[in-house]
């Protein structure tokens, strides 16, 4: 069974820094595309970073820029850099792993929100 699990999230002013963290377990990790995405109240799930197997990385337009992602095979754990956070990055930041790297697509807005793999459960972040 598959389980991510976020953290890293809190509460930061306007030009601050976060760096969340997504642990995975129960499955071939490096085999997988993991995900970003983000619900604020009142508005729909958004994609935000990705990267697949290989290395390959997509990004939202809102976050260019601002935010790095990485990930460490050997440890099973996805990780964005997120910096000069600003009122409009503020929402539940989930992690997700998929199987297709059709996860990049969706981040980058040009495939929509699909049924993936797992999900992890969520972790708050809150600019101000």
């Known amino acids: 069974h598959v389980q991510l699990v976020e953290s890293g999230g809190g509460s930061v002013q306007a030009g601050g820094s976060l760096r969340l963290s997504c642990a995975a377990s129960g499955y071939t990790y490096s085999s997988y595309c993991m995900g970003w995405f983000r619900q604020a109240p009142g508005k729909e799930r958004e994609g935000v970073a990705a990267?697949?197997?290989?290395?390959?990385?997509s990004y939202a337009d809102s976050v260019k820029g601002r935010f790095t992602i990485s990930k460490d095979n050997a440890k099973n754990t996805f990780n964005p850099q997120m910096n000069s956070l600003n009122p409009d990055d503020t929402a539940m930041y989930y992690c997700?792993?998929?199987?297709?790297?059709?996860?990049?697509?969706?981040?980058?807005?040009?495939?929509?929100?699909?049924?993936?793999?797992?999900w992890g459960k969520g972790t708050q972040v809150t600019v101000s």
């Open positions: 997700v792993a998929d199987r297709s790297n059709d996860v990049l697509a969706v981040v980058a807005g040009t495939t929509g929100l699909y049924d993936m793999d797992s």
């Open positions: 990267i697949d197997s290989d290395g390959s990385t």
